[in-house]
C-alpha cells in the first residue's frame, strides 16, 4: 500500500489492499496524515483482490481522479489430465 505524494501536491497510492473497513480506515488515516483531499492516481499491477480490493469503499470515502492499470487480462484454460471432468477446463 506504498503512497506517494510530490511537491505540486499530486498524490499516487500503488496497489490498494484487500477489501474491508481495517485496510480502508488504514490508507485513510495515512492519506489525512499526508493532509490529502483527494488521491490523483490510484496504480493497480494486476487483478489479485488484494492489490484492488479496497479500491470501491476507499473511493467511496475519498475521491480518486484518476486509475491505472495494466489493461484486460487473457487467462488461458488450464486443463486437467485425469478425473471425472477430464478435458474440461478448471474454470468457467
Same mark, same amino acid.
Given at each position: 500500500?506504498?503512497?506517494?505524494? @510530490?511537491?505540486? &501536491? ?8 484487500? +477489501?474491508?473497513?481495517? %485496510? $480502508? ?7 489525512r ?13 494486476h487483478?489479485?483482490? @488484494?492489490?484492488? &480490493? ?8 475519498l +475521491?480518486?481522479?484518476? %486509475? $491505472? ?24
Open positions: 500500500m506504498p503512497a506517494a505524494g @510530490d511537491p505540486n &501536491g499530486k498524490s499516487l497510492l500503488f496497489d490498494a489492499s484487500q +477489501p474491508g473497513e481495517p %485496510y $480502508v480506515n488504514r490508507i485513510l488515516s495515512i492519506a496524515q499526508a493532509g490529502l483531499k483527494q488521491i490523483d492516481y490510484v496504480v493497480i499491477s487483478y489479485d483482490w @488484494d492489490h484492488y &480490493g479496497a479500491v470501491p469503499a476507499l473511493s467511496e470515502k +475521491p480518486i481522479l484518476n %486509475y $491505472v492499470d495494466h489493461g484486460a487480462t487473457s487467462v488461458r484454460s488450464r486443463r486437467r489430465t485425469a478425473g471425472p471432468r477430464q478435458g474440461r477446463p478448471w474454470h468457467r
